[in-house]
């Protein structure tokens, strides 16, 4: 068990952990180098927040956002831009770079689908149900798992029908995007039935809300409950761990990794 950890920049005002902490370009770079040096191996730069009931930002601002840190940490590691614009992933990928975190699977921009197939980049495609402002107001499935195994393989044909490569898909089951508790607990549980798909699974349980409904920590009182989600979520076959507190969940993994290769 080796997964690569992704380390999250956020450039906004609004995140629901670390938002207005990095809004500043120059102090989200650092932030990205920072993450870097504590193992990091992708590092995901984002201008909008996507916690439920979030508000859109325009093409813009987002892009004023995020256009000067991704290309301050180009080269510092692989860079991936967490958006759903078209014309914001266009411009990160010129600015260096290599894959597009769409929360959406493409359903808030087709676009792009195009603008990663002609640049060669990666395309993580994540699932939600709804959108941000309202996928919290009743999430229901028949079998959460089934149900969100179905619309990633869904959205990866369009993905491939759009031009991308198959292999340049990754894909993410989107905990708390439009799930209750026990959605996000059951998909944890059962992860390893997406391998099925043959995708990289990239899984963020960051800090999010299901830890709190768990024990009723506050935002800055989960970092165990990430560790141990994430861990259990390699365990299960995540290829890449989405979080914040890059130094703990390496060494964690490390940890969890040597364990299991010594059973």
Request: charge should be negative; aromatic fraction near 2%.
């Amino acid at each position: 068990m080796k997964p690569k950890l992704m380390g999250v920049v956020n450039v906004t005002p609004d995140s629901f952990s670390d938002g207005g902490l990095f809004l500043d370009a120059d102090a989200a770079v650092g932030h990205g180098v920072e993450l870097v040096g504590d193992g990091a191996d992708l590092l995901d730069v984002g201008g909008e927040s996507t916690r439920p009931g979030a508000e859109e930002v325009g093409v813009e601002e987002e892009l004023a956002r995020v256009e000067p840190v991704v290309a301050g940490l180009a080269g510092t590691a692989t860079v991936s831009v967490d958006t759903s614009k078209a014309e914001v992933a266009r411009a990160a990928l010129d600015a260096g770079a290599s894959i597009v975190n769409d929360v959406t699977a493409l359903r808030r921009d087709p676009e792009i689908g195009a603008v990663c197939a002609e640049a060669g980049a990666g395309l993580v495609l994540m699932h939600m149900q709804g959108e941000p402002r309202t996928m919290q107001a009743d999430p229901t499935y028949g079998d959460v798992v089934e149900d969100v195994k179905a619309f990633l393989a869904e959205r990866m044909e369009v993905a491939v029908g759009a031009g991308v490569a198959e292999e340049r898909i990754w894909l993410d089951p989107g905990i708390g995007f439009g799930k209750t508790l026990e959605h996000n607990l059951e998909l944890l549980r059962r992860l390893g039935e997406l391998r099925g798909l043959g995708r990289p699974l990239v899984v963020g349980t960051s800090r999010k809300s299901f830890i709190g409904k768990v024990d009723g920590s506050a935002v800055d009182e989960r970092l165990g409950g990430t560790i141990a989600s994430s861990v259990l979520a390699a365990a299960e076959g995540a290829d890449v761990l989405r979080v914040h507190d890059v130094a703990e969940a390496a060494q964690a993994a490390k940890v969890a990794g040597a364990i299991l290769v010594a059973r």
